[in-house]
């Protein structure tokens, strides 16, 4: 049996899908660790794990509600990717000293896993927890992945690490969770992806959630735009009310951390937090953000998606949904009630979308999830020839 150690960065979204990857592991006899924060990777794997602390700094200030594309993009390298990187490193490095082991699932923001990895000649997997960066969305803007490149390169030699290329993607494994029905073709960079289709683990049951407010004679929508948009979200949370206030045949449960909404129609459900995987089977329609863990996990279920992309790599998981015909897509700044009802009702009565949420749905159980990712890996490190970057 092998041991293997998770590098994660300290985002519940980013760490999910590699909880069911740990628990098929060590259900077939592997031993696992992480690296990371322990008091998140703890709320999500349970006090039991064993954790090697890594710092892990908050999101830099200065990330205004507007920013958008490459300026968003250069915000999240250089205030927090680039900072995470330099901090975990010594936190990665001890882990590996102390756990030994034989390879290493890195996140594909915890860049420290792959640089140690490379260092050590440890073979090591990605964890494309979003399928985005396989769809090279720098290609059309040389300059800013030019940028990039020579941020990682700089990074390497602050730290004294070796060269290496694109430290993101693992040369041996790369494990995306997702399956070619959802991401169209994408490069197959020398044969090591691996589509898994979504990681889906059990997580603690949500008491507090009014069940018995769901009425099986009306169709039901969830809104959610995650816990990470909490600064943009109020004006499209309250237009989705108005939206649902004119559907009375239709109940809506909208996801509001803040607690920005205020009076609401009986037909709508105000959260601060809901059991969204429970929730799915139960519902006909999901209106999200485009981040990548919802979208995966509504149409895991079957269930189609009205889409408003707020930022990262939410255009392009939006766009993805589009083009497999499986939802809608809105312009989140200027979505309004009208605009919402309208992407509702039109994923709600047309058959088309239903139909391809479905197909999608059945390529996702079809790859194995989770299971079939630990497959992957304990084949890895039973074989792997550790190849050097070029």
């Known amino acids: 049996m092998s041991r293997f150690l998770f590098v994660v960065p300290p985002l519940v979204g980013h760490i999910n899908p590699t909880v069911g990857v740990a628990t098929a592991l060590v259900d077939n006899g592997h031993e696992v660790a992480w690296a990371g924060n322990p008091e998140i990777i703890a709320s999500l794997v349970g006090p039991n794990a064993a954790v090697f602390p890594c710092a892990t700094p908050e999101l830099g200030d200065g990330r205004t ?33 102390e756990f030994a082991p034989d390879a290493l699932i890195v996140d594909q923001q915890a860049i420290a896993g792959g640089m140690v990895a490379n260092a050590l000649d440890l073979p090591w997997a990605t964890s494309a927890t979003t399928s985005a960066e396989l769809a090279d969305p720098l290609a059309s803007m040389p300059r800013v992945a030019e940028w990039l490149a020579g941020m990682l390169a700089d990074l390497q030699a602050r730290l004294g690490m070796p060269p290496v290329g694109d430290i993101r993607f693992s040369p041996h494994l790369v494990l995306v969770f997702s399956t070619i029905a959802l991401t169209g073709l994408v490069d197959y960079r020398a044969g090591q992806l691996r ?13 507090d959630f009014p069940w018995d407010w769901l009425d099986p004679q009306r169709q039901h929508v969830l809104i959610s735009l995650g816990t990470a948009n909490i600064d943009v979200g109020a004006q499209f949370l309250s237009e989705s009310a108005r939206a649902l206030a004119e559907r009375p045949h239709i109940q809506g449960i909208i996801v509001d951390p803040a607690g920005t909404i205020g009076e609401t129609p009986e037909n709508v459900l105000v959260c601060r937090r809901v059991p969204q995987l429970e929730l799915m089977p139960r519902v006909q329609a999901v209106v999200c953000h485009g981040g990548h863990n919802t979208v995966c996990e509504a149409l895991y279920h079957g269930v189609p998606l009205v889409i408003a992309p707020i930022r990262d790599d939410q255009p392009i998981v939006a766009q993805q949904v589009v083009d497999a015909d499986a939802g809608v897509r809105l312009r989140f700044g200027r979505a309004n009630a009208d605009q919402i009802g309208a992407a509702i009702d039109k994923v709600l009565s047309t058959a088309f979308y239903w139909y391809n949420a479905r197909r999608v749905r059945d390529s996702f159980r079809s790859a194995g999830g989770a299971a079939a990712a630990a497959g992957h890996l304990a084949e890895l490190a039973r074989t792997a020839e550790v190849p050097r970057y070029v």
């Open 65 to 97: 509600p507007d920013m958008r594309g490459p300026a968003a993009l250069k915000f999240l390298w250089e205030s927090f990717l680039i900072p995470l990187a330099e901090a975990m490193t010594p936190g990665v490095r001890n882990a590996v000293d």
């Open 195 to 207: 589509f898994v289709g979504p990681s889906i683990a059990a997580r603690p049951p949500a008491d």
